[in-house]
């Protein structure tokens, strides 16, 4: 991912994290992790934190990069162990900006883990995803 879409992706989790009016030190870990692993500094986290705005567009992505933009908005949704009905609107509207029909969020939700990512589901997952593709 550019780094364009990975200040999109830390912007939407931003959102997601800010949905329920309370963003948890497990949420802000997460963006945090996200964007260092991408090397978006700490100040411009912070900076998508305080003026987080809207997303834009995200027709660039791969079908790759589409699972991963959503795989970590619902991995966020789970990760103060409290989910709520604004977050779940949240996943559906990324999801669906993301050119997957609507079921897709429910069909990962339970095997998207909140602190972990086991390589073997995943990559089934997005296999198993690819149907919700609307464009394929």
Known sequence: M????????????????????NMDDRELALIYRIGDAHKIS????????????KIGS?????????????YSIIQLMKIDDEIFNEEVE???MIADKLGYSYGAVMEMYPQVHKNLVIKSE???????????LKDS
């Open 122 to 132: 995943k990559k089934a997952l997005k296999k198993k995803l690819t149907s919700f």
């Open 2 to 21: 550019t780094e364009s879409m990975i200040k999109k992706q830390i912007t939407a989790l931003v959102n997601m994290a800010k949905s329920d009016d």
């Open 58 to 70: 995200v027709d660039e992505l791969d079908p790759d990069e589409k699972f991963e933009f959503l």
């Open 42 to 53: 700490r100040d411009e986290i912070q900076e998508i934190i305080a003026h987080p705005g």
């Open 90 to 92: 949240y996943c559906n």
